[in-house]
C-alpha cells in the first residue's frame, strides 16, 4: 500500500464548478498536512496546510480526519488557472521534515 | 528574498555515466531536501541535509550521494546511471530540520534525462 494515496483523476470540470479531492494517508503518526499545486512541467508549489480543525483560504477549503487518516480539498468556482495537479503531502515520521508525496490528481477546467 | 535556485535546468547523459546537480537554498533557510519526481509520479525523497551532514534518507541505492556546504548550498551526485534515473530532480530548502509544520520551497528543478 502507498504511503499517500490520491483519486487519480483527470478531473475535467466547467468554469464555476465545485470540485472535491479526496486523500488518504498511512502512517497515523504524521503530524503535518499540506496541499501542493503543480503546474505543467514545473516544480510544486505549497497551496495551503491543512489543520485538524480544518481551514479555509478564499476558494479553497480543507479537511483533515485524523481518525481516518483521510484529507480532502476543496475548491470552488473553479477558475480556469486552477487547472493544474494537486500533491496531497503528509510529513513522515522520522524526526525531520521528510515529506512524502502523493501521485497527484490532475484537474482540468474548461470554459 | 532569494528562492531556490538549481542547475543546470536540463542534462542529457548516458548510462553509466555520472552527473553532479547543484542547488542553491532560499535565503535564511539551513536544510535542503532531494526529490526525485518521475514522469506521472508524485516527488520521491532522496535525502535531507542539515548542517552540512545527511540528516535522513529515503529508499535510493548508495550510488545517489550529496553534500551540504557552509553556504547551505548543496549538491546531488548520482553515479552508474541508469535510464530509469531519468525525471526531475528538486531541491527544497526549509528553515530548520525537525520543523513538522515547515513547508518547503521548491526550486524549478532540473530535468535528467538518461539515454
Known amino acids: 500500500r502507498k504511503e499517500v494515496e490520491q483519486d487519480p483523476g483527470p478531473f475535467n470540470v466547467p468554469e464555476g464548478a465545485t470540485v472535491a479531492f479526496n486523500c488518504t494517508y498511512s502512517?497515523?503518526?504524521?503530524?503535518?498536512f499540506f496541499w501542493y499545486r503543480q503546474d505543467c512541467r514545473k516544480e510544486p508549489k505549497l497551496l495551503m496546510s491543512?489543520?485538524?480543525s480544518g481551514n479555509e483560504d478564499g476558494r479553497f477549503t480543507a479537511q483533515l480526519n485524523r481518525a481516518s487518516q483521510y484529507i480532502s480539498l476543496l475548491i470552488r468556482d473553479s477558475k480556469l488557472s486552477d487547472s493544474a495537479t494537486y500533491l496531497c503531502v503528509v510529513n513522515g515520521a522520522g524526526g525531520y521534515n521528510k515529506l512524502i508525496f502523493g501521485a497527484g490528481t490532475r484537474l482540468a477546467v474548461h470554459p | 528574498e532569494t528562492g531556490v535556485t538549481q542547475s543546470p535546468t536540463h542534462l542529457i547523459k548516458t548510462r553509466g555515466q555520472q552527473v553532479t546537480l547543484r542547488c542553491s537554498s532560499q535565503s535564511g533557510h539551513n536544510t535542503v531536501s532531494w526529490y526525485q519526481q518521475a514522469l506521472g509520479q508524485g516527488p520521491q525523497f532522496i535525502f535531507q541535509y542539515y548542517r552540512e551532514e545527511e540528516n535522513g534518507r529515503g529508499n535510493f541505492p548508495p550510488r545517489f550521494s550529496g553534500l551540504q556546504f557552509p553556504n547551505y548550498s548543496s549538491e546531488l551526485n548520482v553515479n552508474a546511471l541508469e535510464l530509469d534515473d531519468s525525471a526531475l530532480y528538486l531541491c527544497?530548502?526549509?528553515?530548520?530540520?525537525?520543523?513538522?509544520?515547515?513547508?518547503?520551497?521548491f526550486g524549478n528543478g532540473t530535468r535528467l534525462t538518461v539515454t
Open positions: 527544497a530548502s526549509s528553515l530548520a530540520a525537525g520543523g513538522y509544520n515547515s513547508p518547503l520551497h
Open positions: 502512517n497515523s503518526a504524521s503530524q503535518s
Open positions: 491543512v489543520y485538524s
